[in-house]
C-alpha cells in the first residue's frame, strides 16, 4: 500500500488545532496556569521593588562539567547552573494541591527572617498555606516575619523528598542537607552566610544577592531583603554593588563557602537547597 503524501493528511478540524496548540504550549510561571502548581493566588498589593535585576552578573551555564565546576567555580564564585538534573516528577508533587492533600495536617517549623535569631513557631501546614502566604508587607521587619525554610521533617516527608535529585556535584569532606521552603511573594532571607551549597527554585523565581567573604554588605541585621532592596540598594555605588541574578524553575544557584547571601522571592516559590556541610 502507497503510502500517503499531502493528499491523504487527515483533515483537521481548525478548532481542534488551535486546541491541541493551546494543551502543547508550554505553561509560564507566574501566569496563573498549571505552570505555577496553582502556588499564584491574585492577591492585593505586591511591592514594585519585587522585580528581576536590570543585568545578571552571575554566570549561567550548561552542561558544566564536575571538573569545571571545581576548577571555577566551587572555591571562588557563585554560578547558575541549568540543566544538571530533571526534578519534573518532585515538582508535580510539590503542587499546591499535592502538597496541601499529602501533608495538610503536619506540623512545619517556621523561623524569623531576620540574619542572627532565628526564632521558631511550630504551625500546621495547611494554616501556613492559607494564612501566612501572603505577599510581604515592605514595612514589617524580619524579626516578626515567619517563613517556612528548613527544619524539614525527613521522616514524615520522605515520599515527598525522596523523589528530589540534587546537584551532581559534591565537595570532597562535606556531607550534603537538605532545606526545603514555600513563601510568599518578597519575602526572602537578609544578607548572612554559611557553608557552600546549591539552592534550586521547583516553582516561582528567587532573587539573589551576592557579596563574596572579604566584602561585608551594609544591611540591618532584623529588617527584609525587600527593605534592603528599596531603602539601602538604591544608593549603592556601581562598586559597592553586589553580584545578583533571578534564577528561575529548574535552576539552581551555586554558592562557595563563607559567601554573603540575601534572597528575595519575586513570586511564591518553592525551593530546596542542599546544603555542604
Ligand atoms: C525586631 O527588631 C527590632 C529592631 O531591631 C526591635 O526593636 C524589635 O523589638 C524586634 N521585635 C521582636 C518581636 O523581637
Ligand atoms: C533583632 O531582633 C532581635 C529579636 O528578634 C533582638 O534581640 C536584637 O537585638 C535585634 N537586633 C538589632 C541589631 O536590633
Ligand atoms: C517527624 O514526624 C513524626 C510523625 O509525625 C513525628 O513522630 C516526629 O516526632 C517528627 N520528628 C521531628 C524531629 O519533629
Redesign the pocket.
Known amino acids: 500500500m502507497p503510502r500517503g503524501g499531502g493528499l491523504m493528511a487527515p483533515r483537521v478540524h481548525p478548532l481542534l488545532l488551535l486546541l491541541l496548540c493551546t494543551l502543547a504550549a508550554p505553561a509560564w510561571p507566574g501566569s496563573g496556569s498549571e505552570g505555577d502548581g496553582g502556588w499564584q493566588r491574585r492577591g492585593p498589593g505586591v511591592p514594585a521593588a519585587v522585580a528581576e535585576e536590570e543585568r545578571c552578573t552571575v554566570e549561567r551555564r550548561a552542561g558544566l562539567s564536575y571538573a569545571e565546576f571545581v576548577q571555577h567555580y566551587a572555591f571562588s564564585r557563585p554560578v547558575i547552573l541549568q540543566g544538571l538534573t530533571d526534578n519534573s516528577r518532585f515538582r508535580a508533587l510539590c503542587s499546591r494541591e499535592r502538597l496541601l492533600a499529602s501533608f495538610g495536617d503536619?506540623v512545619v517549623r517556621l523561623s524569623t527572617a531576620n540574619t542572627y535569631s532565628y526564632q521558631k513557631v511550630d504551625l500546621v501546614f495547611q494554616e501556613y498555606v492559607e494564612q501566612l502566604l501572603h505577599p510581604q508587607d515592605p514595612t514589617s521587619l524580619g524579626n516578626d516575619t515567619l517563613y517556612f525554610f528548613g527544619d524539614n521533617?525527613f521522616?514524615?516527608w520522605a515520599s515527598l523528598f525522596r523523589h528530589y535529585t540534587s546537584p551532581p556535584f559534591g565537595l570532597l569532606g562535606t556531607t550534603p542537607a537538605y532545606s526545603f521552603g514555600i513563601a510568599g511573594t518578597g519575602s526572602g532571607v537578609p544578607f548572612h552566610w554559611h557553608g557552600p551549597g546549591f539552592s534550586e527554585v521547583i516553582y516561582g523565581r528567587k532573587r539573589w544577592f551576592l557579596y563574596p567573604p572579604e566584602k561585608t554588605p551594609e544591611f540591618h541585621p532584623n529588617k527584609t531583603t525587600l527593605a534592603w532592596l528599596q531603602d539601602t540598594y538604591p544608593a549603592l555605588t556601581p562598586s559597592a554593588r553586589p553580584l545578583e541574578c533571578t534564577i528561575q524553575a529548574g535552576e539552581v544557584l551555586y554558592f562557595p563557602d563563607r559567601w554573603w547571601h540575601a534572597t528575595l522571592n519575586l513570586d511564591t516559590s518553592v525551593f530546596i537547597s542542599t546544603f555542604l556541610n
Open positions: 503536619s521533617n521522616t514524615e
